[in-house]
């Protein structure tokens, strides 16, 4: 099945990216640019294009992501510390981020004829983000049959939607995903700070997959006090 993978450059996508490339017919990544501060993880997503042999494709949303004020990726404001699972996240959440994304990827799907359209949400993102839960994809996948009834079929594939990350973590180190080839920070510094939501999750999803992480961490231990203070909660 020809399928177009949605790429930011981070761990969950690339590995998705990976995937795909053995198990279907990978035949492009498409990546956002909507002004968000760790947009240094672009580069990740085209070095994997690269890597993967297949055409990357940079959609510029700038102009959309400057209207949806009010989130840490996208405004002035300070990217909270702690477990992805804190309601301090919530100021992470950009409004209609995937809805936005998934649309133009479905246009660029089929007017490329590719057949599937995917996507790396995953279980550990449905607490924070409505829009990576399995009503919305499934929903949205309904709705896109419509949009595009008697000009394409393009289907939508969310193989993580149901799983956890330290699955992602197993299933892309069986693939063969270069994890130290994956940015995942928020904060967009030199190196991951190994303190903000997506960091934490990233180390403790390594541990619970029981593989080593390779990444390097400003902050290498602080996951396991967000951990600690979660479960506390």
Not at 111 to 127: L, R
Request: net charge negative; glycine share 8%; hydrophobic share 40%.
């Amino acid at each position: 099945m020809k399928t177009l993978v949605i790429c930011s450059g981070g761990l969950d996508s690339v590995s998705l990216a990976h995937i795909a490339a053995s198990s279907r017919d990978l035949t492009r990544l498409v990546s956002f640019d909507y002004g968000q501060r760790h947009r240094k993880e672009l580069d990740f997503a085209a070095a994997a294009a690269a890597r993967l042999g297949v055409p990357h494709h940079l959609i510029d949303l700038r102009a959309i992501g400057a209207a949806l004020t009010g989130s840490a990726l996208t405004d002035n404001i300070d990217v909270p510390d702690g477990h992805y699972a804190e309601e301090t996240m919530r100021i992470t959440v950009v409004p209609n981020r995937n809805a936005i994304m998934l649309t133009v990827a479905y246009g660029i799907a089929a007017a490329q004829g590719d057949q599937a359209v995917a996507t790396a949400v995953h279980g550990g993102d449905h607490f924070i983000y409505p829009d990576c839960r399995p009503s919305f994809t499934q929903a949205f996948d309904t709705m896109q049959r419509a949009a595009l009834d008697g000009y394409a079929d393009v289907r939508l594939w969310t193989p993580f939607v149901h799983r956890s990350k330290a699955d992602i973590v197993r299933e892309g180190a069986a693939h063969g995903t270069p994890f130290t080839e994956t940015w995942s920070c928020y904060k967009g510094g030199a190196q991951h700070c190994g303190r903000c939501g997506t960091c934490v999750e990233r180390r403790e999803a390594f541990d619970l997959a029981g593989l080593p992480d390779p990444t390097p961490y400003a902050d290498p231990d602080f996951w396991r006090e967000a951990v600690a203070n979660r479960a506390e909660a």
